[in-house]
């Protein structure tokens, strides 16, 4: 229960980061996306289970504030959060940094594109309406490259916080470390 | 494979309670939910929006402090160019005027006569001279008179090359010129230099009256120097009282130690 509450608490902080801190300022800095990037992290370092809770949340959450029709960010999230299991568990199978990274940029560009899709669909349906910026491709490609920074930080954080990456992950050790675990 | 569906089913319950939620939304169902969690977190989110507000200010403030310098800067730069630029310019004004003065004197006279602008100074302390950049080639003999404005003698050519010349000035030591002074008498004398300092014109007879401010000019009695170029004007009687001839303190009419045009007399048929 505890767990829940924290995280729960953590994603509330990480919204209103997201929604009230980050959008102060100035493209591309506004565009980052802290949710997206720690659901992929969850999901390929921590489980898929807490991937997708957080893509239901985190997701949630955004819906309040975002300017798109309800449930496009959450579907995407979700699905999201299935594209990179299916790619981790059948493709980049070592977590390895490089994985991580490469799996991120997949991730956020998939990402932007099932929001344009679903965005594009549920107006088609009359559920909303959605359109297309003047910059649209400096937001479609600048927020994966801004992610993947977000992703290395919240990665080396805890890496240097935690040594369950470093059971993981193939690191360079000294020979008493090697000695030690093995 | 068979792991993938297994895990795909949290996934699918969940895209069903978006969809079930989505619904909701957009019957009014949930408004109340979403309304009272906006308004729980909109006190905090205020309060972190007016921060990230603040923080960008002063980022704002500090790049347009930073522009701000940076013009101040080029602007700065772009005074000392023009500074530059006016003084220059300003210098060749002067000597434009300088010039055209001395070619109206030139012209009013009808002698030969060469503009030269000064390329250096004779760098001995003892010496008072200047380098003009031009010579033979343009028809300067030695003696030839340098004059400025519009006829003051200002020097003497003392040596000469094909495309410069070198002139001793009024004031060296060196310098010797006949000199008449415009009083009754029209009193003939020798002006003299004296260390680059000053002029002075002796050898005056002792009964000719001459006083302050009287003007003293050149007398034709050498070959190369016409008379009626302005030498300057009597400053101060230096006469003794048992010496059979007057001395007189000029004062020149020009500054001579800052000339830059010049022009040369051309004799034409002094050799």
């Known amino acids: 229960m505890i767990k829940i509450l924290v995280n729960l608490f953590s994603l509330v902080i990480l919204g209103i980061i997201q929604v009230s801190f980050l959008t102060t300022w100035l493209p591309p800095i506004s565009s980052l996306n802290l949710i997206l990037s720690l659901v992929i992290f969850l999901t390929v370092i921590i489980n898929y ?28 999230l979700i699905l999201i959060v299935v594209e990179i299991n299916f790619l981790f568990n059948n493709f980049f199978t070592n977590r390895s940094f490089y994985s991580l990274m490469i799996l991120g940029f997949l991730g956020s560009v998939s990402y932007n594109l099932l929001v344009l899709i679903l965005g594009l669909v549920t107006s088609i349906f009359g559920l909303g309406y959605f359109s297309l910026g003047v910059n649209f ?3 479609f490609f600048w927020p994966p490259v801004l992610n993947l920074i977000v992703l290395a930080i919240i990665f080396f954080s805890y890496y240097i916080s935690t040594v369950r990456l470093k059971n993981i992950f193939l690191f360079h050790s000294t020979g008493y470390e090697t000695k030690g675990k093995f | 494979m068979f792991k993938f569906l297994r895990q795909s089913r949290l996934s699918l319950i969940l895209l069903a309670v ?4 989505i619904f909701l939304h957009y019957i009014g169902a949930i408004r109340p939910i979403e309304n009272s969690i906006i308004k729980v977190f909109s006190p905090i989110q205020n309060q972190v929006y007016s921060l990230g507000v603040k923080i960008n200010n002063i980022y704002s403030n500090l790049s347009v402090s930073r522009d701000l310098a940076q013009e101040n800067r080029k602007l700065a730069e772009e005074v000392n160019q023009l500074t530059v630029a006016n003084s220059q ?10 010039f055209k003065i001395q070619q109206d004197f ?5 002698l030969g006569a060469v503009t030269a602008k000064v390329i250096g100074k004779n760098p001995e302390s003892n010496s008072q001279s200047i380098i003009i950049n031009k010579g033979s080639d343009q028809g300067i003999k030695v003696d030839f008179p340098l004059i400025t404005a519009d ?15 070198e002139a001793i000035l009024i004031n060296d030591s060196r310098s010797r010129l006949a000199a008449l002074v415009q009083n009754e008498a029209g009193s ?18 002792n009964n000719d009256l001459i006083k302050e401010n009287d003007v003293v000019i050149t007398s034709g009695l050498e070959p190369t120097i016409p008379r009626g170029l302005v030498i300057g004007k009597i400053s101060r009687i230096l006469s003794e009282p048992n010496s059979f001839f007057q001395t007189a303190a000029i004062r020149p009419q020009v500054k001579i130690d800052s000339l830059t045009i010049v022009t040369v007399l051309i004799s034409p048929n002094y050799d």
């Open chain 2, 18 to 21: 978006v969809v079930l939620l």
């Open chain 1, 137 to 139: 491709w400096f937001e």
């Open chain 2, 188 to 205: 003939k004398g020798v002006v003299v230099g004296e260390h680059g300092l000053s002029l002075k014109i002796e050898l005056i007879p």
């Open chain 2, 89 to 98: 310019l300003k210098t060749q004004l002067q000597e434009i005027q300088e």
């Open chain 1, 49 to 76: 289970q807490k991937g997708l809770w957080w893509a239901l949340g985190g997701g949630l959450f955004l819906e309040f504030y975002s300017g798109l029709n309800f449930g496009v960010t959450t579907i995407s």
């Open chain 2, 151 to 165: 006829g003051i003698i200002v020097g003497k050519i003392s040596r000469v090359k094909a495309s410069s010349a």
């Open chain 2, 106 to 110: 030139v012209a009013a006279t009808g």
